[in-house]
């Protein structure tokens, strides 16, 4: 019952959405224009009633109805509750309605609470945000049906894969489609700005919050998936360039490219066409995503050509969407105005510099995801990894971290270059020193990790620059946000290069009993036990650790075994101090009966993680101060319409 | 002499499957450091910079999957025999293909995968300098 109530809410749904892009275009017409007043009220009920879908799905998973061939398919009755619950957007079919339930959530939101866009380009935007749901509300409903019901009920789910019975993985996906389908909106008001041709600092800054909103989503979600893959996989590593990776960091570098774009149009009325064009990129960039992800491209070009509906159904969408949003962009472009001008030395050439050098990391990574794809189509399997990403990326990022260190400190339109030689020179003066120590005492370091060691702290100064000077009360919100989200650039900066230049690895076969040396610390097997938890069990090893001679710390990482389904789990266990992390994995048992140990310690490591939850927080604390304003502003314009309208009588 | 040789030969024919035998499960440099850290250092480097083939996306640095391992153990002793990185790549790569290797080869079909970057590059100069001009005119 609940399973079909679903399937008819979500087909209502859909049905809504076509009378919101129908209702959406006609009212842009004078002739039509009375139309208008339904495009809101229908986005609102829209985004509810796929809520209601989604919710419908999540009581299926939680009660564990096995007549629904999806939850059979990846639930199993004996999970943990949390893992029920992720269970339900830990499979194909219930992540694309976790996408569709979020992006027409997101327009009934745009609908409900947006007033500073021009009617007509709002009612434009909410017509585009309809056009893009109804390709996934099609996609849903025919290709990828998340109620289907089995003939039988099944005796017993086939559970869930070990690797996703992970809390940090439960919540990763919802962030990040929170900030993929958040895209959405800014697609959306491109292409609303692109129909009505009204394109000005209005329409950035009605569009920041949700860009903003958006990253901060993303950057949450790439976050915690690296430092989930670093803890789960048992090798250490925290970012690999798996194409599933890449795929989250296209649309955040796009975003992150748009958000500093959108500043400059909402403070100076420049590069106008080119913010639209990121907004379009930017979406663009989560559906081809979606795309790598969700077709089974990625295992294989050849198990995608076996198996095509789904791919081919989601590269049409791809091909309708973006390729429609640049034909109207390149047809509209050129009646867009580029906007104000600006000097070559100015706050505004170093954020164009910025975003040129961000769209090229994103060319790098999307070039060097998609090729081999191209090459295996062609008959030639390549691999592009770690060895290509890291030194070409860094061709791009390492110049746009220079500029950024002096950016926020130059003046709109025009500024000098004495006047900020001292904001140029202590950073410069600071990074030169840490590469001198760096070259001096840690002699033999890859180049790579050594120019990172050397930018991060002259970085790190200079993100506080921008707040000498002021009145440290009255500094608004987001000059903050963006001093704590640079800093966290830097901090994450450190924690890359440190990890690269001074991990030391230690792998042994050890018996209860046995000692080894890892980095400072001295790690001890003192037993091996069998454990079980609520639906594994495990092997589970005490190691005592003590950093430099000092007072032990009792470590368990664990060897898990999955029944249902079976599967085997590594779960590492971590030793955080202020100055790295100890890593502490248990293999398997040799044919001599010892154990096979691995351990790493990784100075600095988890500043990765903080960087990036300090970039999160950079973002926030500038959507808080974004919104406050703007609240201030609504509450004055009210005011202002009440007195008004007294003095009138 | 030619009997011995066959005589050498015959015993070298008897024994292979047994050395066949012996060598194929125990790999044991799969999860053991060479004793020489400059050694380890660059085995671990060259190591990060092959695939796993049994897994997805993976180098064999962090993979516990069987082949992964062998492939670690065939690294380390070649590596400790002397061997240079790069030839010890080409070995793999004559084995496996260039599949094998996340560093791309340079050849015909990766190309434009090495003129990429150079193309930004050139587009974010001329996106730069068209600044330039345009202030100039301006």
Same mark, same amino acid.
């Given at each position: 019952?609940?399973a079909?109530?679903g ?9 809504l ?7 959406g275009?006609l009212a ?13 009220p229908?986005?609102?009920l ?15 998973f939680?009660?564990?109805d096995?007549?629904?061939?999806l939850?059979?398919e &990846?639930s199993?009755?004996a999970? +943990?509750?949390?893992?029920k619950?992720a269970?339900?957007?830990?499979n194909?079919e219930g ?8 992006m027409?959530?997101?327009?009934g939101?745009v609908?409900?609470i947006e007033?500073?866009l021009?009617?007509?380009?709002l009612?434009?935007t @909410?017509?585009?945000?309809a056009?893009?749901s109804l390709?996934?509300?099609a996609? %849903?409903?025919?290709a990828?049906?998340p109620?289907?019901?089995l003939p039988? *009920?099944? *005796?017993?789910g086939?559970?869930?894969?070990p690797? @996703?019975?992970?809390?940090?993985l ?8 929170v900030?993929?389908?958040?895209l ?6 491109a292409?609303g700005?692109?129909?009505t041709r ?10 920041r ?9 993303l950057t949450?979600?790439?976050?915690a998936?690296?430092?989930w893959a670093?803890?789960?996989?048992g090798w250490g590593g ?5 194409p599933?990776? &890449? ?7 796009a ?6 774009s ?8 420049? %590069? ?7 907004g379009?990129v ?6 081809v995503g979606?795309?790598l ?5 990625l295992?294989s ?6 198996? +095509?509906?789904r791919g081919?159904?989601i590269?049409a969408?791809l091909?309708i969407y973006i390729g429609g ?9 050129s009646?867009?105005?580029e906007?104000?001008?600006f000097a070559?030395?100015s706050?505004?050439?170093s954020?164009v510099?910025?975003?040129v050098?961000?769209?090229g ?11 081999p794809l ?5 008959g030639v399997?390549v691999?592009v990894?770690? +060895?290509?990403?890291?030194p070409v990326s ?8 220079m500029?950024?260190?002096v950016?926020?400190v ?7 270059g004495g ?7 202590v950073?410069?003066?600071v ?14 370091i890859?180049?790579?990790p050594?120019l ?8 790190a ?19 903050y946000g ?8 830097a ?13 030391t690895e230690?792998l ?9 040396q890892v980095?400072p610390?001295k790690?001890?097997?003192q037993d091996?036990?069998p454990?079980?938890?609520?639906n594994w ?9 003590s950093?430099?001679?000092g007072? *032990?710390t009792?470590?368990h990482?664990?060897a ?5 389904? *079976? ?7 971590l030793?955080?101090?202020? &100055?790295?992390?100890l ?10 009966g010892r154990?096979q140990?691995?351990f ?20 926030l604390?500038?959507?808080l101060?974004?919104?406050?304003r703007?609240v201030?502003?609504l509450?004055?314009?009210?005011k202002?319409?009440y007195?008004?309208e007294r003095?009138?009588? | 002499?030619?009997g ?5 030969l015959?015993?070298?024919a008897l024994s ?8 194929l499960p125990?790999?044991?440099?799969a999860y053991?450091q060479l004793?020489?850290?400059?050694q380890e ?6 190591m990060e910079?092959l695939?796993?083939?049994k897994?997805q996306s993976?180098s064999?640095a962090d ?5 992964a391992g062998?492939m670690r153990?065939q ?8 061997e240079?990185?790069e030839?010890?790549?080409q ?10 290797s996340y560093?791309p080869?340079v ?5 434009p995968?090495f ?5 930004f590059?050139?587009?974010a100069a001329?996106l730069?300098r068209?600044r330039f001009r345009?202030r100039?005119g301006?």
């Amino acid at each position: 019952m609940i399973a079909e109530l679903g399937l008819a809410v979500l087909w209502m749904a859909a049905a809504l959405a076509v009378l919101q892009l129908v209702a959406g275009a006609l009212a842009l017409r004078p002739a039509t224009a009375h139309l208008a007043g339904v495009v809101r009220p229908v986005a609102i009920l829209q985004g509810a009633l796929v809520a209601c879908a989604f919710a419908a799905l999540i009581w299926l998973f939680l009660s564990t109805d096995l007549s629904v061939k999806l939850v059979a398919e &990846n639930s199993h009755s004996a999970k +943990p509750f949390i893992f029920k619950l992720a269970g339900t957007w830990g499979n194909h079919e219930g992540s694309m309605l976790m996408w569709v339930t979020i992006m027409s959530l997101a327009g009934g939101f745009v609908a409900l609470i947006e007033k500073r866009l021009p009617e007509n380009t709002l009612i434009a935007t @909410l017509a585009g945000q309809a056009f893009v749901s109804l390709g996934f509300y099609a996609f %849903l409903l025919l290709a990828s049906n998340p109620f289907e019901r089995l003939p039988e *009920p099944a *005796p017993e789910g086939a559970g869930l894969n070990p690797l @996703l019975q992970d809390i940090g993985l439960a919540f990763h996906p919802p962030t990040l489609y929170v900030g993929y389908v958040g895209l959405s909106i800014a697609f959306s008001f491109a292409i609303g700005a692109l129909v009505t041709r009204d394109v000005g600092p209005a329409f950035a800054r009605a569009m920041r919050p949700w860009v903003l909103g958006a990253w901060i989503f993303l950057t949450l979600g790439i976050t915690a998936g690296s430092y989930w893959a670093y803890y789960t996989l048992g090798w250490g590593g925290w970012w690999f360039w798996d194409p599933v990776e &890449n795929a989250s960091l296209m649309p955040w570098l796009a975003a992150t490219a748009l958000l500093h774009s959108c500043s400059v149009l909402a403070a100076r009325n420049a %590069l106008r066409t080119w913010t639209v064009m990121l907004g379009v990129v930017a979406f663009s960039m989560s559906m081809v995503g979606t795309f790598l992800v969700r077709s089974g491209i990625l295992t294989s070009v050849h198990a995608f050509a076996v198996d +095509p509906t789904r791919g081919t159904f989601i590269l049409a969408l791809l091909a309708i969407y973006i390729g429609g949003a640049l034909l109207l962009f390149g047809l509209r472009a050129s009646t867009v105005t580029e906007g104000a001008r600006f000097a070559v030395f100015s706050r505004e050439s170093s954020l164009v510099f910025n975003n040129v050098m961000l769209c090229g990391i994103l060319g790098i990574v999307l070039v060097g995801t998609l090729y081999p794809l191209l090459t295996e189509a062609m008959g030639v399997k390549v691999s592009v990894g770690p +060895p290509y990403f890291n030194p070409v990326s860094s061709v791009f990022a390492i110049p746009m971290m220079m500029v950024m260190a002096v950016g926020p400190v130059l003046r709109w339109r025009e500024d000098k270059g004495g006047r900020i030689t001292w904001q140029v020179a202590v950073p410069a003066l600071v990074s030169a020193a840490a590469l001198l120590a760096v070259e001096l005492i840690f002699a033999p370091i890859n180049l790579l990790p050594a120019l990172g060691l050397a930018i991060a702290p002259g970085l790190a100064v200079a993100s506080f620059q921008p707040l000498v000077g002021r009145n440290l009360r009255r500094t608004p919100l987001p000059i903050y946000g963006m001093v704590v989200a640079h800093f966290g650039i830097a901090v994450a900066l450190f924690g890359m290069a440190s990890e690269g230049a001074f991990s030391t690895e230690r792998l042994a076969a050890m018996n209860p009993g046995d000692s080894q040396q890892v980095g400072p610390f001295k790690v001890t097997l003192q037993d091996i036990g069998p454990i079980a938890g609520p639906n594994w069990t495990a092997l589970e090893a005490t190691v005592s650790a003590s950093y430099s001679g000092g007072e *032990p710390t009792i470590l368990h990482p664990q060897a898990r075994t999955f029944a249902n389904p *079976p599967g085997n789990r590594t779960e590492s266990a971590l030793l955080t101090r202020w &100055n790295g992390q100890l890593y502490a994995v248990l293999g398997e048992e040799g044919d001599d009966g010892r154990w096979q140990m691995r351990f790493w310690w990784k100075p600095f490591v988890p500043m990765i993680w903080y960087g990036g939850a300090l970039v999160a927080l950079g973002g926030l604390l500038a959507l808080l101060g974004r919104v406050a304003r703007d609240v201030k502003r609504l509450v004055a314009v009210d005011k202002i319409a009440y007195r008004r309208e007294r003095q009138g009588r | 002499m030619r009997g011995l040789l066959l005589a050498l030969l015959a015993l070298f024919a008897l024994s292979a499957p047994l050395a066949a035998q012996d060598m194929l499960p125990p790999a044991p440099y799969a999860y053991k450091q060479l004793a020489d850290p400059k050694q380890e250092a660059k085995a671990q480097a060259l190591m990060e910079t092959l695939r796993c083939l049994k897994c997805q996306s993976q180098s064999i640095a962090d993979s516990d999957a069987p082949m992964a391992g062998d492939m670690r153990h065939q690294v380390r002793t070649r590596i400790a025999a002397g061997e240079d990185p790069e030839a010890i790549r080409q070995w793999l790569i004559e084995r496996y293909g260039d599949y094998v290797s996340y560093t791309p080869q340079v050849k015909p079909i990766t190309w434009p995968l090495f003129a990429a970057p150079l193309l930004f590059l050139a587009l974010a100069a001329f996106l730069l300098r068209g600044r330039f001009r345009r202030r100039k005119g301006a």
